[in-house]
Structures are given as C-alpha cells and as structure tokens.
C-alpha cells in the first residue's frame, strides 16, 4: 500500500522528496527493495532533477528486473511499468535516443490510452528538456487539447504540470507556456466536472 501511495504521490499528491520517504519506509517493510518500489525512486529522482541519481536507480531496477518481473495477482506490477519509468527518466535528462527507445518499447507491449498518453508528455518533457521550451509546450498541449475529456485522467494533466514545470523560471512567462497553463487549469477543472 505504501508503495503504491508512493508512485501515485508522483501525481500531485505528495513532493516527490515525501514520495522517496515512503518509498525507503516501503521497502524496510518489504525487506528490501522492489521492482515497483525502484520505478518509482528513479522517477522522483528525475522529478527532483538528480538525473545523475536516477539514472543510478534506473540501473538498479533493471538488474532487479533482469531476475523477470511477473504481474502480482492484482496485476500492480507489470513488466511495461519498466519501459515508463526509462521514458520518464530518459525524457526528463533529455536523453532522447534512450526516451524515444523506452516510449517505442512500451508501445509495443500495451495498447493502453494513458500510458500512451504520458509517454507522449514526455516527448514533450524531453524537448523542454533540451532546451526546446515553445516546442515542448506546444506538443504537450497539442496533445491534451486532442484527447478526449474521458481521456484527460488525473494523472496525464499532472504530467503536462511535470512538462509545465520544466521550462526555466526564466522562461515560465513564454507565450507557449502560459497556453499550456490555461490549458490544462481548464482540463483539470472540466475533468472535475
């Protein structure tokens, strides 16, 4: 339970420096580390910017998974979370060679709307990343104005916050940025509705 409070605390619920907290609490509890428990510890990393760090833990975690990874009888822990937590980690260092590896690997082994929603985000995030500021925004916007308001899941808008979140304060007052802002304070409210 923990664990999952953490990984879904990535979402806006809770600073990703709490969500590695709960993360080390999850795992004394388990014994040890996790596969999940790893995914998300490298994704708060990168969050944090420490992608030296999280680079670090997304080694970790595919050694623990090279062991295999099976789904639990809940299906908590799949094999895809894998290829998402390389993408997030990957687009937010702006590694794009290796994000675009991660996003085309979990397309191919899930067919599911918010995955493939959040690995295009972080397309975006990896173009801010690089310094592409306008064009990530745009494409993160392009993208969520596209998706249907049942798609617009609590967590693709607080993925757009993360591309959001990534232009320098010097360029938060960008044109391009601010439309991502309005767009998403109104996505946010209307999937409330």
């Avoid at 085309?104 to 918010?114: A, I, P, V």
């Avoid at 972080?122 to 494409?139: I, K, N, P, Y």
Wanted: glycine share 8%; aromatic share 4%.
């Amino acid at each position: 339970m923990r664990g999952e409070e953490a990984g879904h605390g990535l979402y806006g619920q809770r600073d990703p420096q709490t969500v590695l907290g709960l993360v080390e609490s999850a795992e004394r509890i388990a014994g040890g580390p996790t596969v999940d428990l790893q995914t998300t510890r490298a994704k708060a990393l990168a969050v944090l910017g420490r992608h030296d760090e999280a680079r670090t833990a997304l080694d970790d975690l595919l050694r623990l998974a090279s062991a295999g990874v099976a789904a639990d009888s809940f299906g908590f822990c799949k094999p895809n979370r894998i290829h998402f937590a390389e993408s997030w980690v990957h687009a937010g260092s702006g590694n794009e060679p290796e994000a675009d590896r991660a996003r085309d690997d979990l397309l191919r082994s899930t067919h599911d709307d918010q995955y493939d929603a959040n690995v295009r985000l972080h397309e975006a995030l990896c173009t801010v990343a690089q310094g592409g500021v306008d064009q990530g925004m745009r494409q993160a916007a392009t993208l969520i104005d596209r998706l249907a308001p049942e798609y617009r899941s609590h967590h693709v808008i607080e993925t757009g916050r993360m591309v959001l979140h990534a232009a320098p304060r010097d360029r938060q007052e960008r044109p391009a940025v601010g439309e991502l802002r309005e767009l998403l304070t109104l996505a946010s409210a209307s999937s409330r509705a």
